[in-house]
């Protein structure tokens, strides 16, 4: 059974920048559609950015929230997904969760693919 790894989450001042980034277990599993979601306690969840894979192209998602601050990105050859957070805000601060999927999924639906243990980012 793959699991998803994140790491890199923290602590940081608001300003300040974080990279998250989040393998398989097996590196080798490589899958479609990759992405984060954030869970904060008494929020809703949010889907933050997501990649999808297809035949000769790359799509990313963001949501309107953290576009212009986030950048997602994967490295094939590490088979390793991560997130760039700049700008942070305070209300950034939630636990983020890796994804991974072998379909499509909308941003707001990427919660519903095979999640990591995630990995908290705190912002004050």
């Known amino acids: 059974h793959v699991q998803l790894v994140e790491s890199g989450g923290g602590s940081v001042q608001a300003g300040g920048s974080l990279t998250l980034s989040c393998s398989p277990s097996d590196y080798t599993y490589s899958t479609n559609c990759m992405g984060w979601f954030r869970q904060a306690p008494g929020k809703e969840r949010e889907g933050v950015a997501s990649?999808?894979?297809?035949?000769?192209?790359?799509?990313?998602f963001y949501a309107d929230s953290v576009k212009g601050r986030f950048t997602i990105s994967k490295d094939n050859d590490k088979n390793t997904l991560y997130l760039q957070l700049n700008s942070l805000r305070t209300e950034d601060t939630a636990m983020y969760f890796c994804?991974?999927?072998?379909?499509?999924?909308?941003?707001?639906?990427?919660?519903?693919?095979?999640r990591g243990q995630g990995t908290q980012v705190t912002v004050s």
């Open positions: 990649i999808f894979t297809g035949r000769s192209r790359r799509d990313l």
């Open positions: 994804t991974q999927g072998t379909y499509y999924a909308p941003i707001g639906d990427i919660h519903r693919h095979q």
